[in-house]
Structures are given as structure tokens and as C-alpha cells.
């Protein structure tokens, strides 16, 4: 039973243009988001966060907006540039409980970046 | 810093075969992870070890035996090899078992059991 959902496994975008990528999730415990951005044959690496006390955290070119309401949040790359063509995932977790420390992965979204 | 690292590659089993898949962070990291990744399904977490001397199962343990050896090291077994432990396995670390300390990853080791 997947608690965090990418539902679009593929995204094309054109270069300069804005990337926007959606992750829901079930468990309206979670607290904590993160998205990861992984390469062919290298492992995830650590993009962006942000904490349900936060409705927006931006970063450079990349920007997460959380919406709890809707138990919905969104990854923006703007403007994408050809080295943003990887896989980015959602990841959710709760500060506490038993969960603490525990990542739920989403599946991932491929995103290619055309000239 | 050489970060996470992961021993073999590329490995390929028979059913029934065991190995163990070694993972070595230099980051003076605390915490260490087993995750599993299928297509379709995410990052998975096997096992994971929240600080030297103590481990614990993720959400998909079964099949699979852990050793923190110490700080630096944690190794992943499989047993007796089965098709459905085909799949990429990623070791990861962080300071910390805190949800909001960034784990850093290894660069994977693809499995296949035939």
C-alpha cells in the first residue's frame, strides 16, 4: 500500500520552461517532505525539503509547495535546464512515533529536458 | 571523501545462492540504510541501523539479514537468492536517524536472480 504517490511516471519539458512535478500521499500524519533527484547509475541525492509548518521553501531554481489540505505537494524547476533531466522522487516521513527517521518513497517521475 | 560506497556493481545469482552486499560510508555518519528499488515501486527500506551496535527491520525484511560491523560499515545478506529479490539495492547513511537529516546515498548494486 503505497502512502506517497507520483502519478505521472514521465514528464517532457522544454528548456527554459517552467517543470512542475505532483506527489500525493494518504497519511495525513506525515510532517516532513523531501525530494530526491537521481541519475542513471549514481543514487539519489538530496534536493529540497520542506516541514508541514511551512506552506512554500524555496531554493535556487527549485521550489516545494505544500499543500496539507489536499495532502498534496509540488516540486518547481524553473527554468529547467537540460542537467535537470533525471528521476525525482517524493519523500515523506513523520518527526515522531515509531515512523522517526523512516523515508516513504514515491515512485518517481522522469523528467527529460529537450533543447 | 569517497561518501557512500557500495560493493559489487553488478552481481548475478541462482536461485538458492547466497551473498552479502558490503556498503562503507566516511562520513562519520550515525545512521545507515538498506533500501530496495523496483520499477513502479520507489525506494523501499529493508533495514536500517540507527547508530553503531543497534538495527532494525524496514518494511521489507524478509529474505534479508543485516550487520552494522561498525560506525563505518553495514552489509546486507541474502541468504538463499530468489527471483522476487531481484532488484537495485541502495545503501544509504546520515548523522543522525532524524527525518530531517539528509541521507546520502550509494551508487547501488543491480541484482539479478536467475
Known amino acids: 500500500d503505497q502512502q506517497v504517490k507520483q502519478n505521472s511516471p514521465s514528464l517532457s519539458v522544454q528548456e527554459g520552461r517552467i517543470s512542475i512535478l505532483n506527489c500525493d500521499y494518504t497519511?495525513?500524519?506525515?510532517?516532513?517532505f523531501l525530494w530526491y533527484k537521481k541519475y542513471p547509475a549514481e543514487g539519489p541525492t538530496f534536493l529540497i525539503s520542506i516541514s508541514s509548518i511551512k506552506d512554500k521553501n524555496e531554493d535556487g531554481r527549485f521550489t516545494v509547495f505544500l499543500n496539507k489540505s489536499a495532502n498534496h505537494l509540488s516540486l518547481h524547476i524553473v527554468p529547467s535546464q537540460p542537467g535537470d533531466s533525471a528521476v525525482y522522487f517524493c519523500?515523506?516521513?513523520?518527526?515522531?512515533?515509531?515512523?522517526?527517521?523512516?523515508?516513504?518513497f514515491g515512485a518517481g517521475t522522469q523528467v527529460v529536458v529537450t533543447p | 571523501n569517497a561518501g557512500v560506497t557500495q560493493t559489487p556493481k553488478f552481481q548475478v545469482l541462482k536461485t538458492g545462492q547466497s551473498m552479502t552486499l558490503q556498503c562503507a560510508q566516511d562520513m562519520n555518519h550515525n545512521s545507515m540504510y538498506w533500501y530496495r528499488q523496483d520499477p513502479g515501486m520507489g525506494l523501499r527500506l529493508i533495514y536500517y541501523?540507527?547508530?553503531?551496535?543497534?538495527?532494525d527491520k524496514g518494511e521489507v525484511p524478509n529474505g534479508y539479514n543485516v550487520s552494522r560491523l561498525n560506525k563505518r560499515e553495514f552489509s546486507l545478506r541474502l541468504e538463499s537468492a530468489a527471483p522476487s529479490q531481484t532488484s537495485v539495492y541502495f545503501c544509504?547513511?546520515?548523522?543522525?536517524?532524524?527525518?530531517?537529516?539528509?541521507?546520502?546515498f550509494g551508487p547501488g548494486t543491480r541484482l539479478t536472480v536467475l
Open positions: 519523500a515523506a516521513s513523520r518527526l515522531g512515533g515509531d515512523s522517526w527517521g523512516k523515508l516513504q
Open positions: 541501523s540507527a547508530s553503531e551496535g543497534t538495527t
Open positions: 544509504a547513511s546520515s548523522e543522525a536517524y532524524i527525518s530531517y537529516n539528509e541521507q546520502f
Open positions: 497519511n495525513s500524519m506525515f510532517d516532513y
